[in-house]
């Protein structure tokens, strides 16, 4: 039965997005604490989930279109139209699916843009403290001409 395979798909989903949802948080947390040490495994671990989910998604779209079919509708039906024309129990099933769905995306949108911006402040600050270190200073010799020289010390920050 479509409608039955659908659903099982959908669980899968929710459960990636989820699981998404929690990867992201702890990418989250190691920006927050500015020890970016296992910054790079946590981004490797969100786009493990990522890879999983695009899998799923294809997944999805076939047992869709065969559920489609199942109901009556055409294939590439959405999940709200599959949920309308689907017999009880099944479309409060695919709307409950629907809500789910929707609503962790929408937190999963919100976390992703917030990571990104405090990565791209923290990739600002570095780069305008490296700015700083090569910058020249323009001083006057013993004999009055300009001449230009480097500071040779600096002090470093262990969050950058």
């Known amino acids: ?46 786009e493990h989930v990522l890879d999983q989910l695009r899998g799923v998604e294809l997944g999805r779209a076939i047992e869709a279109d065969d559920a489609a079919r199942e109901v009556g509708l055409v294939e590439g039906a959405s999940l709200l139209e599959l949920a309308k024309a689907a017999p009880a129990p099944w479309n409060d099933l695919l709307r409950s699916h629907h809500v789910a769905l929707t609503d962790v995306t929408a937190q999963i949108d919100a976390l992703a843009h917030s990571n990104r911006d405090v990565l791209q402040q923290s990739v600002r600050a570095t780069q305008e403290a490296l700015v700083g270190i090569s910058a020249t200073q323009s001083t006057y010799d013993p004999k009055g001409s300009s001449e230009q020289r480097i500071d040779s010390a600096f002090l470093f920050d262990e969050a950058l």
């Open 1 to 46: 039965m479509g409608l039955n395979e659908l659903s099982t798909v959908l669980w899968r989903q929710r459960e990636l997005l989820e699981t998404l949802l929690f990867k992201l948080e702890e990418e989250e947390l190691i920006l927050a604490s500015g020890r970016t040490r296992w910054i790079g495994r946590a981004t490797r671990e969100v």
